[in-house]
């Protein structure tokens, strides 16, 4: 009689393909499958979202936004994914993923809408800050704070891209893929998910941003098991953990779990992208009270993403000093630009609020319609009408 002991087990490796100083971990290997144009891309890509970050921060704290989430120490694990995904898969996110909207074609503008909630956001201004909502632009479905929800969401496309398949064997076949944390993997969304992804051979991938922490729960404190990648194996989906702050490995990975979740009609894929969240789990957070600023210090210096893709671009001779600060400089430019433009838009119509509920208006909608109007008209000092496009006559 042999009990499985998880001590007695070896722990799941970590694949890599790239170390700290920026040269192949394994010198004997193949260089990676990039461009040098992919890799300046990615680059500029992940500084982008790192100021942005920076700079909505700091704006949040003036009192110009509601919140903002940073995904500081993460960008290598959306970009390099996003990079390898197909153009016509579908994306369920969770809320640190601007790395995956700003590599599938976000600009700054598509960023700063939604933000302030100005005229031009997609989510008419009705959803919070970093809750993007990029379905028609870039294949990605808009996030809601609902912590899981979109994992069973993405088996639900995979499962219809799956019988879109066999209707129509001569198209480019589809993945569904599913971003979410460590924290998100403790919810029963995370199970159920794994288990119908399984058992009907659907073909998505998970894609698991393990950054240590589940607000303020350490992982430590999170599970007894070996991670999150162990759990696939306990349903029967393949795993694969990696290390995240290297975007070559990200991107290895996320390309060969694609092809794999595709191969002989289809099946599930999970990847374990293992990295630190820097920042503070929001805006409303301060995670000084549960960690050491000398912990946050070592993995910004031992484990940043970018300086590990910075390294590898100037070792080859692709980047210097000179390009680091006129980039930097350019893209803060462009942020702020973009922001104060964003800010000096109307908010949307006031009938906004009433859209996308129901195809037509019901009977209790229209009632609460025409309340809102007359207690508008009524105090006219309390409500800031004139922000909104249309002012009144909008609703």
């Not at 959803?127 to 809601?144: C, I, L």
């Not at 209707?167 to 569904?176: C, F, I, Q, Y």
């Not at 680091?324 to 964003?342: G, H, M």
Request: aromatic content about 10%; charged content about 25%.
């Amino acid at each position: 009689m042999n009990f499985l002991t998880s001590s007695d087990l070896a722990p799941i490796p970590t694949y890599r393909v790239m170390n700290s100083e920026g040269y192949l971990n394994d010198p004997n290997r193949q260089p990676p499958d990039v461009s040098n144009d992919q890799a300046l891309t990615w680059y500029k890509n992940m500084l982008t979202v790192n100021i942005l970050d920076t700079i909505m921060f700091e704006v949040q704290r003036q009192g110009r936004l509601s919140f903002y989430m940073v995904s500081a120490g993460e960008e290598a694990v959306t970009v390099g994914s996003a990079a390898a995904l197909g153009p016509n898969d579908v994306i369920t996110c969770q809320y640190r993923e601007t790395g995956v909207f700003q590599q599938r074609g976000f600009t700054l503008k598509d960023f700063m809408s939604p933000l302030v909630a100005n005229r031009n956001d997609p989510g008419k201004g009705r959803n919070m800050p970093v809750h993007y909502s990029g379905k028609q632009k870039t294949g990605v479905h808009a996030v809601a704070s609902t912590l899981g929800t979109q994992i069973p969401h993405a088996v639900g496309a995979a499962y219809a891209f799956k019988m879109e398949a066999k209707e129509n064997p001569t198209e480019s076949p589809r993945v569904a893929a599913c971003y979410f944390g460590d924290g998100a993997a403790s919810e029963g969304d995370f199970h159920g998910a794994l288990n119908m992804a399984a058992t009907q051979d659907c073909p998505v991938i998970f894609i698991c941003r393990n950054n240590g922490f589940a607000i303020s729960t350490p992982t430590s404190e999170q599970y007894r098991g070996d991670g999150i990648a162990s759990r696939g194996i306990g349903y029967g989906v393949d795993a694969l953990r990696v290390d995240g702050t290297d975007i070559f490995a990200v991107y290895e990975a996320t390309k060969e779990a694609r092809r794999r979740a595709l191969q002989d009609g289809g099946r599930p894929i999970l990847i374990e992208f293992m990295s630190y969240r820097v920042s503070h789990h929001s805006t409303s957070d301060d995670s000084f009270a549960y960690r050491s600023k000398g912990e946050i210090e070592s993995w910004k210096t031992g484990y940043n993403p970018l300086s590990r893709l910075r390294r590898w671009l100037e070792n080859n001779g692709l980047w210097n000093e000179t390009m680091e600060k006129e980039t930097r400089s350019a893209i803060r430019k462009a942020v702020l630009a973009e922001l104060t433009a964003a800010e000096s838009e109307q908010k949307p119509a006031l009938r906004a609020v009433f859209d996308d509920v129901y195809a037509e208006l019901s009977e209790e909608q229209l009632a609460q319609k025409e309340e809102l109007r007359r207690i508008m008209m009524k105090f006219p000092d309390e409500y800031d009408v004139e922000s909104h496009e249309g002012g009144i006559a909008g609703l």
